[in-house]
């Protein structure tokens, strides 16, 4: 007699790795628009050391999971997932536009590794994630 987890397990792995993986695709994906549209050269920066930029990168990173992981626990389907996974990117963009009009040259202080600037565009992104996330589920 086989056990009724495993059976469920075995039922259900199919809809989580496929669930799962578009979530990852749609992570990595709006991460790395983010980073293509932004001015400054994420990545470059933080492979020199610059702690500003790692910092504002990482905030991209849990800013665009946060809401995410909330579309994957409530969409209804792939599609669903998909359209709020690109809009967790659009409004991520945003909060570095919003964030850059009032601090003023934000591409370049983070640039030159300023971590006032930085810490406040990670709060901006974690804040507008945060919200993305609760008006979906709401």
Not at 30 to 35: I, P, R
Not at 54 to 76: D, E, F, K, R, Y
């Amino acid at each position: 007699m086989t056990d009724p987890a495993l059976l469920a397990f075995a039922a259900g792995l199919p809809d989580f790795l496929l669930q799962g993986s578009a979530a990852l695709l749609v992570w990595a994906a709006a991460v790395g628009l983010y980073v293509l549209l932004t001015p400054h050269a994420e990545f470059k920066l933080v492979r020199a050391g610059n702690a500003a930029a790692g910092l504002s990168l990482a905030g991209v990173a849990v800013g665009v999971a946060i809401p995410v992981a909330v579309a994957l626990a409530t969409a209804h389907s792939l599609v669903d997932l998909l359209v709020w996974g690109i809009g967790a990117a659009v409004l991520q963009l945003l909060a570095f536009r919003v964030t850059d009009m009032i601090l003023r040259g934000l591409p370049q202080r983070i640039a030159d590794g300023e971590m006032a600037a930085a810490t406040v565009l990670v709060g901006v992104k974690l804040g507008a994630s945060l919200l993305t996330a609760a008006a979906l589920v709401g």
